[in-house]
């Protein structure tokens, strides 16, 4: 468990983070929202220390992160920024083997961690371990910061708009890949995001940060449910309410029993794919069918029920 405690930064005497007290539990993804300026990317930058709190304090599994000097903390704990911060001159192998390597590792060892981490990713070890970062699209690399950052096992991820720069299609891909690779490794993330979409997908909870304190800190379907503050509301926006909460939910969460026409949807869609399908093909249901076998019906009332404000 990491336990944020009071925690305080001041630039020049401005109080940027003011007083922040979080708990994340181990394998759970922290997701922090907040409009620019907040003091999220401070927060987190205070977990590796990459910046001194000026108040405050943090543990790891109990242990007081001033405990050893920060950059062996650092060895410890995955970091990944937007852009992906690669080494330009270093190949994929070498960045993806850079604290392995300063850990003492022995050479087979790398090469057989960079080589399950580049499958994983799924990019040919073959093909591009040997590669300079410029030689790959910007997914690419993105992916490759990743895996060097997972690189030597660490519990604790911290990321910050690590998806910012990729185009929609690879950014979805990206936070797939994401959660695969929490669930097999079970690491803890704590992410940096402006994108609420983002934060309402991968949290399983969520930071609302506004002029450097925590306003609510809670799971997704209750910030949908219960903003605690105006400022909260207003982040999530009052259109996209019901699809967010339909983004929460899976098909399998509302299925019937029963027959329907046209194109069906697989049990692991989300309730608002589902839901945006009946809309644009008039259906009043969809068939449900898993590597081909019917399991039943998704059916537009039920869908538009569940976007309902919860009780
Ligand atoms: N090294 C620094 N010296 C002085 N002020 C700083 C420094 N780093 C950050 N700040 C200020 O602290 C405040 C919080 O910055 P921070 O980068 O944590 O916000 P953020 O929520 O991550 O913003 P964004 O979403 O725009 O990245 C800002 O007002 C910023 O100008």
């Given amino acids: 468990m990491i336990a944020i405690e ?20 181990r394998g759970e993804i922290v997701a922090v929202v907040g409009t620019s300026g907040s003091g999220k990317t401070t927060l987190l930058r205070m977990v590796n220390r990459l910046v001194e709190p000026s108040a405050g304090r943090v543990t ?23 852009g992906n911060g690669l080494f330009p001159h270093r190949t994929v192998a070498q ?25 994983i990713f799924q990019l040919d070890p073959a093909e591009f371990a040997g590669r300079l970062p410029h030689e790959l699209s910007g997914g690419q690399q993105q992916r490759v910061g990743v895996a060097r950052a ?18 929609p299609i690879i950014r979805a891909k990206a936070q797939e890949d994401l959660l695969a690779i929490q669930k097999s490794f079970g690491t803890t993330i704590m992410l ?18 506004d002029q450097g304190r925590v306003l609510q800190y809670a799971p997704p379907e209750d910030i949908i ?41 697989g049990p692991e869609a989300s309730l608002r794919e589902a839901f945006a399908e009946c809309l644009w093909s008039g259906r ?6 898993e590597n081909g076998q019917a399991l039943g019906i998704v059916r537009r009332e039920a869908l538009a029920r569940q976007a309902g404000r919860p009780q």
């Fill in 60 to 82: 790891i599994e109990g242990e007081d992160t001033r405990a050893q000097p920060p950059h062996l903390l650092r060895r410890r704990i995955g970091y990944v920024i937007q």
């Fill in 284 to 289: 009043d249901a969809l068939p449900v069918i």
């Fill in 192 to 209: 940096v995001t402006h994108d609420m979409d983002e934060a309402i997908a991968l949290g399983t909870r969520i930071a609302v940060m």
């Fill in 95 to 119: 960045n993806i083997g850079t604290v392995p390597r300063l850990l003492g590792w022995d050479r087979a060892r790398i090469a057989a961690r960079v080589k399950a981490l580049l499958e």
């Fill in 225 to 265: 449910a219960r903003p605690a503050t105006p400022f909260v509301d207003a982040l999530l926006g009052r259109g996209d309410r019901p699809f967010r909460l339909l983004s929460l939910g899976h098909v399998r969460d509302l299925l019937e029993p029963g027959t329907a026409q046209g194109e069906p949807i």
């Fill in 6 to 25: 009071g925690l305080c930064k001041d630039y020049e005497g401005r109080r940027v983070v003011e007083d922040v007290s979080l708990t994340i539990g």
């Fill in 150 to 167: 997972l690189a030597a096992e660490p519990h604790l991820l911290l990321m910050d708009e690590p998806f910012g720069a990729l185009d």
